[in-house]
Nanobody, 126 residues
Framework: QVQLVESGGGLVQAGGSLRLSCAAS????????TAWFRQAPGKEREFVAG??????????YYVDSVKGRFTISRDNAKNTVYLQMNSLKPEDTAVYYC?????????????????WGQGTQVTVSS
């Protein structure tokens, strides 16, 4: 079992930046795939970014709305995945969740992930 703990959320003005962290513990060797999802009030959970590692090669994936603004990365020594969020917009306001699984999903959707963190609130004011 893998435990995930997010941190780094907060309140920021539009155009600002935040860096979210997702620290993993437990059977971390079984989680080469980690992703960030978000859920805004009244909306469905949405995939934001994902990162996979295979044979020491990383591959990243992003939803179109965050491409060029968000960057997902990982520090394997610390078992931590980061989401650097720049040029934040009010529509980025949501609870951000970290999720993990053992293989690359065919579709980047929440139902394909079995391990989840508790979430961290990101609020972007206009």
């Amino acid at each position: 079992q893998v435990q995930l703990v997010e941190s780094g959320g907060g309140l920021v003005q539009a155009g600002g930046s935040l860096r979210l962290s997702c620290a993993a513990s437990g059977r971390t060797f079984s989680i080469p795939v980690t992703a960030w999802f978000r859920q805004a009030p009244g909306k469905e959970r949405e995939f934001v970014a994902g990162i996979t590692i295979s044979w020491n090669a990383e591959q990243t994936y992003y939803v179109d709305s965050v491409k060029g603004r968000f960057t997902i990365s990982r520090d394997n020594a610390k078992n931590t995945v980061y989401l650097q969020m720049n040029s934040l917009k009010p529509e980025d306001t949501a609870v951000y969740y970290c999720a993990a699984r053992s293989g690359v999903p065919s579709v980047w959707r929440g139902s394909n992930f079995g391990s989840w963190g508790q979430g961290t609130q990101v609020t972007v004011s206009s």
